[in-house]
């Protein structure tokens, strides 16, 4: 029987808006707008009949308080460090925007800034997973955006090169995981986009 994994971005942030670089060691809080949209996305879930065996977000604050608000505090979040965002290394809490090109195409990623790889970060998200999913059916995972396209890029590069190609993967994304023998099957990408 298939085990399923909704992976989510965690809600914008004040970082995000102030283009300021938000990685591994770094973190802020949420925007009242992505507060007022996690509780409205909360509908989807209930109206869907969609319930989980464990909800899990990294140690952040910001993936934290969006995993609460998009379960309406129905669950205990279980905070795990290893879901955290790709490091960034000597870039962290600089005031730049990555673009796309930047975070997947430049040789090592961020290797030559003491950070990671895309390979070392979507490794780590690979085995994170697996390790949640192992005695549950269905779970909410939430995470950040770069550790998640590394992942899909590492081990599901179809998905991923159709995502790059938008351009665009917008807070609270949230793609829909299959498991089958320690196999991933990209089942479809949930944007949230009209829900504001």
């Avoid at 464990?54 to 129905?74: C, E, I, N, Q, Y």
């Avoid at 879901?83 to 040789?107: N, V």
């Avoid at 059916?137 to 550790?147: E, F, G, H, P, R």
Wanted: with cysteine; hydrophobic share 40%.
């Amino acid at each position: 029987m298939s085990k399923i994994i909704y992976l989510m971005r965690h809600g914008k942030t004040v970082f995000n808006v102030l283009h300021i670089v938000q990685g591994y060691n770094s973190d802020s809080p949420l925007t009242l707008k992505a507060r007022l949209k996690g509780r409205k996305i909360a509908h989807y879930f209930i109206n869907n009949k969609i319930s989980f065996d464990g909800v899990f977000a990294s140690d952040t604050l910001r993936a934290t308080k969006t995993a609460k608000l998009v379960t309406k505090h129905k669950y205990k979040v279980i905070k795990v460090r290893n879901l955290r965002e790709l490091k960034f290394g000597d870039l962290e809490k600089k005031h730049q925007h990555l673009t796309f090109d930047r975070l997947f195409d430049a040789p090592n990623a961020f290797k030559d800034q003491h950070g990671e790889s895309n390979e070392e970060a979507g490794k780590r998200l690979h085995d994170t997973l697996l390790e949640l999913i192992k005695n549950k059916n269905q779970i909410l995972c939430v995470s950040s955006c770069a550790i998640i396209l590394s992942f899909l890029k590492v081990y599901i590069p179809n998905e991923f090169l159709k995502i790059k190609k938008m351009n665009n993967f917008p807070n609270y994304s949230t793609i829909v995981l299959e498991v089958n023998d320690n196999e991933f099957k990209f089942t479809k990408l949930i944007s949230f986009k009209d829900i504001s």
